[in-house]
C-alpha cells in the first residue's frame, strides 16, 4: 500500500529554524510534483510550498524567502526547509504529493498525516 509518511514537526523558539520531511512509502515507481500545506486552527487549510515534477517551485506568500522546498527523487522523499519561523507559522503542516504506484502509468494524489509545527515565544 502506497503512503505518504511525514516527519520533523516539533516545538521550536521563534527565530529557529526546523526542516519536515516526506517520505513515499509502499510499492512506488515514481514520485511526482509535492506540495506543503498547512491548517492553523480555526483557518483553512493554504499553501505553503510546492515543487513540480520538473523541479519548478513556488511558495504562499509567508513561506517566500524564509522556506525551502525540495525533493528528493532517487529516495522520493521531500523535504521543507523552515528558517526563522514565527508564532503565525504555528499549525498542522500536510504532505501532498502525486505518487505512481509499481505496475501503474496513472499517478495518484496521496495526502501525509500532518505533522505539528508549534513555534513558542
Known amino acids: 500500500q502506497v503512503h505518504l509518511v511525514e516527519s520533523g514537526g516539533g516545538v521550536v523558539q521563534a527565530g529557529e529554524s526546523l526542516q519536515l520531511s516526506c517520505a513515499a512509502s509502499?510499492?512506488?515507481?515514481?514520485?511526482?510534483?509535492m506540495g506543503w500545506y498547512r491548517q492553523a486552527p480555526g483557518k483553512q487549510r493554504e499553501l505553503v510550498a510546492q515543487?513540480?515534477?520538473?523541479?519548478?517551485?513556488t511558495y504562499g506568500d509567508s513561506a517566500k524567502g524564509r522556506f525551502t522546498i525540495s525533493v528528493d527523487s532517487v529516495e522520493k522523499t521531500g523535504f521543507l526547509l523552515m528558517n526563522g519561523l514565527k508564532l503565525e507559522d504555528t499549525a498542522i503542516y500536510y504532505c501532498?504529493?502525486?505518487?505512481?504506484?509499481?505496475?501503474?502509468?496513472?499517478?495518484?494524489?496521496?495526502w501525509g498525516q500532518g505533522t505539528q509545527v508549534t513555534v513558542s515565544s
Open positions: 501532498n504529493a502525486l505518487l505512481t504506484p509499481v505496475g501503474s502509468e496513472v499517478p495518484n494524489d496521496y
Open positions: 509502499g510499492s512506488v515507481f515514481r514520485l511526482g510534483a
Open positions: 515543487s513540480s515534477s520538473m523541479g519548478t517551485t
